[in-house]
């Protein structure tokens, strides 16, 4: 049950239309600028992390596809523009923010009810079934539960409407390793399919390394690397050196290095396994080492390019 689950994001990659377009997104406070030009198009069926360190601009991002806030450039979501249509667009997406708060006061059961007659899209028995799959009572008041029963009622809300796009930002933050599992697992069986996308943004990098199909790395408000998964495993290296003298003489130059303990450890864009291993053990980077040696070749603003091959992203 578990390989299934993990394999099924990139068994649905699709080539279908745009969910959300965004194309030179710029957003400024005072004279500051958080998001430089950002271009960015998720289409049906894609799981994109939106990563970067802190105050990178990723939650200004989300806060524009949101209509939360005022920016330039040109944002499209399922055909709505977010600030004008906003009433309209919401119909069909939902959010899940780390800050998102339910009254203390009010029953699991009453939460219930409350959505049910206040969104058109809403599905009872739905949030029911999930709920089941829990230890959350339906009869407690949320001030009992604990931030992981309320991350789980949260939940079953959200994927308890039936939309299109599901927005997340640091959704399992404060939550314990188990329920942050579950609440991915949960999140694959009850809501994804070809037809939907959802958009993440968390700082647990690995943690949702096995669900993505795509990936957009942001640095100081700008786009430094986009690209599908199944590419980047196929661009990046990581090469143990051996031999120094060798890396020098064969001209290829790493993007990253890192030593540690006596050991030399490079990672290659663009070069195969069989160019490389002459230099040394050749392995494949994981996600979370790919993300920090962009961000750190970023701070140069020597920006990775994106694949020619990535049709999903812009």
Not at 224 to 245: A, N, P
Not at 266 to 287: I, R
């Amino acid at each position: 049950m578990v390989e299934s689950i993990i394999h099924s994001p990139h068994l649905l990659e699709t080539s279908m239309s745009a969910l959300i377009s965004i194309v030179d997104l710029n957003k400024k406070y005072a004279n500051k600028s958080v998001l430089k030009n950002i271009s960015l198009e998720v289409k049906a069926g894609q799981i994109l992390g939106l990563l970067g360190p802190n105050g990178a601009g990723k939650t200004t991002c989300l806060q524009s596809i949101l209509g939360l806030t005022s920016f330039s450039g040109s944002i499209e979501v399922m055909g709505y523009n977010p600030t004008k249509d906003r009433v309209k667009m919401l119909n069909d997406l939902a959010y899940i923010s780390d800050v998102a708060i339910l009254p203390k006061w009010l029953k699991v059961e009453q939460s219930i009810h409350y959505m049910s007659a206040s969104h058109p899209k809403f599905n009872e028995d739905k949030a029911r079934a999930f709920l089941a799959k829990t230890n959350v009572n339906l009869s407690s008041k949320i001030k009992t539960l604990s931030k992981g029963m309320i991350t789980q009622v949260h939940l079953a809300l959200i994927l308890a409407i039936d939309v299109k796009i599901l927005v997340l930002d640091e959704p399992t933050l404060g939550l314990d390793l188990l329920t942050r599992r579950q609440f991915y697992d949960h999140l694959l069986e009850d809501f994804y399919n070809a037809e939907k996308c959802i958009l993440i943004t968390t700082h647990q990098v690995e943690e949702i390394e096995h669900i993505l199909t795509d990936i957009a790395f942001i640095q100081d408000g700008e786009l430094v690397l986009s690209d599908k998964i199944s590419q980047l495993q196929q661009r990046f290296r990581i090469v143990i050196v051996t031999d120094h003298k060798a890396v020098i003489d064969s001209a290829y130059t790493p993007i990253y290095t890192h030593s540690q303990m006596g050991v030399t450890s490079m990672m290659f864009d663009g070069h195969s396994e069989e160019q490389l291993a002459k230099l040394g053990p050749v392995s494949t980077p994981s996600l979370a080492e790919i993300f920090i040696a962009t961000v750190s070749k970023s701070s140069t603003k020597e920006h990775i390019p994106t694949s020619p091959d990535a049709q999903s992203l812009s």
